[in-house]
Structures are given as C-alpha cells and as structure tokens.
C-alpha cells in the first residue's frame, strides 16, 4: 500500500497528571500541585505511531475531563479506519461533532501530522509549509506568589542564557506588581521583560494600573482585561505607547477578524490549545500580521508533546515573530514526558528536524502519571 492509503487502526488515550514545582498565580487563576493533560497515540495500519497532546485549563480553555470524553467518546469513532492523509477531512469531522474542545482537536491534528511525517519521513514544520526558521527566541514566565523563588529562577535563567521574561500580573495588589517590575529593571537588566495580565484587572482600575506598568517600558502588555471587553481593550490601547497583546480575547480567526475591526490590539498570542489546530492557527497568525500586528507563540500548562506542536507551528509560520514560551517542560514540570529533553540551548528552543514531532514521549512516564486510559475496542 501507499503511505497515503494506510488506515489509522490504534486511538490509545493517557490522562495525565504531572507534578510541578510551584505555585503559579496568574489573574484568573493558580496552579499548584498538579497540572493536567491528555496524551493521544494514534497507529496505523502499517505499525506506526503519531503522538499528540491537549493541555486544558479549566478557567481558560475547558477541563481535562472534557477533553477526555471529547476524544474518547466523540472524535475516536470518527478516527478508527480512516485513512491518515484524510487530515483535513478528519479535523471537520471532530470540529462538527462535538462544539468548543479546542484542546482535544489540538491534540488530534498534532497527532495526525505526527504520525503522516513519521510515515513519509518528514518532519511536520514540512507538511505545514516549509521551515523559516531554525530556532526561536524562549520567554519563560514568572508567576511565582513567593518573588524570593522566582529570582532563585531568574539566577537559573541568567546561567542558561534565556533572556526574555512574562511577569504575571494582576493576582495581587499592585504594589505587589510595582515592586517586581522595579527588581528586574534594577537587579536583572540584561532580560527583557514582557507583561501580562491574564484578564486579572478590575474594569475600574484597568486604565491607571496599565498606565503605571507601561512607564516601565515592558515589550509588551498582554490581556489586562476580561475577554469580552473588547471596548475597554481598545480604550487601553489608545492610552498606552506600549504594544497592548491580546490572548484570550482571540481564540481563532473569527475572534481575529474582530479584534482587528475594532482596534483592540496591537498583537496577538497564538496558542495551538485555543485554535483547535494548526490550520486555524495559522489563519489567526496571518490575518494579524497583514494588519501589521504582531504575534507570539504563547502556550497553556503543557508537556513536552505540545511545546513540540508548537515549535513546529512557528519555524513554520513567519508570522510568529515574538518568540514562544514553551518553558514548562523544563523549569516548570518535576518530570517531562519526553524521551530526550525538549530541545532549547542559549535560550532558544532548537527546531527537530527528525520525522513528525521529531522526539517521542516516554510511555514508561505516561504510565507512571496515568490516572485514566483509553484504548481503541
């Protein structure tokens, strides 16, 4: 048979839950503890095998355990016999079977890539386009509640030659918000610094609290109010001479054509969790940049198989031009799910060149941090 012609035959499902080293407070909500996610492995008939991942966030994309039922219940029927080249098809499917769940159809588009470039032996940067770019600059986030940790990290950072970071803003009182702000420009002024909100500021106190941020000259400012305020998004804009981002008022390309209409942004935060897939990624990626707005590869609480997702989504999108933050797999996770660690050095994440994601998970670690399965009948 052709590659083409092989039929997906295996729809194996891990849900995972990953031990972290901190707290992390962001303006809508904290992670400790835990974080959560689904593991996908789809084999064809052939006997190979493609890996994807969804990384929900409960008060941001959805919860685990929709996702779980999502991919088990409703997109599994939908996968078993088809045949692997029918992506496209596939992905319109899941998107009419079941609404939102963007994560889950994240993780069966990485899947299906994953496992059409292992089968023609080309990494999946190549059937998205073409590689534009061999690295990429990585932004690590601080969220830490306790500031003495974070700058245990910082001094980590410094060592590895990351040299950008996101302060998490807004989960405290802006004093709290102030003072950090004044520690990096006096004590870390080598790395830039990136601001974001994550919707966590009052309506009321919105515009003074970004202004008092903005005489910091961050690079940018993201999301400083809830999603829906597009209005209120557009007035800070208007008041700031530092670029306004938007995250979560911009899940895909619908969201985009808005947020360009009514002058909210001056740049967008692309997530492969809240597009639904790379096709629609791209589309948001592309529609912000011929409106001459930037982009940022941002991402959710993820494994190492979605930081994969996402590097080749950006070495094959020039429009992703800020850089990403796929930093959880190794300053935030106890333990990633990869074979090999995920691939950064000199504070840019390496792009592989290997077949499909072009590193796979450790299913001895995936079986350590199960806590439910799912297998094709």
């Known amino acids: 048979m052709s590659d083409a012609d092989q039929k997906i035959t295996g729809f194996d499902l891990w849900y995972l839950s990953l031990p972290v080293v901190s707290a992390r407070d962001h303006g809508i909500g904290r992670v400790n503890g835990t974080c959560e996610v689904v593991v996908l492995r789809l084999t064809s008939e052939g006997g190979e095998t493609g890996w994807g991942e969804a990384s929900p966030w409960v008060v941001f994309t959805g919860s685990p355990e929709a996702t779980f039922a999502a991919l088990d219940r409703y997109i599994r029927p939908l996968v078993l016999g088809r045949i692997v080249a029918d992506r496209e098809k596939i ?16 993780a069966l588009d990485t899947a299906l890539l994953d496992l059409a ?3 023609s032996n080309q990494p999946v940067h190549a059937l998205l386009g073409g590689k534009c770019r061999d690295t990429i ?3 690590v986030s601080l969220a830490n509640p306790d500031f003495a940790q974070d700058r245990a990290l910082l001094d980590r950072l410094r060592q590895d030659g990351v040299r950008i970071v ?12 102030l003072m950090r702000l004044e520690a990096l420009a006096q004590d870390y002024p080598e790395f830039a610094v990136r601001v974001d909100f994550n919707q966590g500021l009052p309506s009321k106190e919105a515009l003074a609290r970004v202004r008092d941020v903005a005489t910091f000259r961050p690079d940018f400012i993201e999301q400083p109010v809830r999603a829906p305020h597009y209005e209120l998004m557009a007035q800070i804009r208007e008041a ?9 008022s911009v899940f895909g390309p619908e969201d ?4 360009v209409r009514e002058g909210i942004c001056d740049g967008v935060s692309i997530k492969l969790m809240k597009s639904g897939g790379f096709s629609r990624a791209q589309a948001v990626a592309k529609m912000a940049a011929s409106h001459g707005l930037g982009v940022y ?13 996402g590097t080749h989504l950006i070495a094959a999108t020039q429009a992703i031009d800020l850089g990403c933050e796929f930093y959880q797999a190794r300053y935030y996770l106890a333990e990633d799910i990869l074979e090999t660690p995920f691939p950064c050095k000199d504070g840019h994440v390496q792009v592989p060149d290997a077949p499909g994601l072009g590193i796979r998970p450790d299913i001895d670690k995936l079986d350590h941090y199960s806590i439910a399965r799912g297998r094709a009948a």
């Open 137 to 139: 600059p990585l932004s």
């Open 256 to 259: 985009m054509s808005r947020a």
């Open 166 to 177: 996101k302060l998490k803003t807004g989960f405290r009182d802006h004093a709290f918000d």
């Open 297 to 309: 590869g941002g991402d959710m609480f993820e494994a190492g198989i979605a930081h994969l997702a």
């Open 91 to 106: 992905m319109l499917d899941a998107d009419r079977a079941v609404a939102h769940c963007t994560e889950a159809k994240a």
């Open 240 to 248: 700031i001479d530092v670029p306004l981002l938007a995250d979560e």
């Open 117 to 119: 470039g292992r089968i």
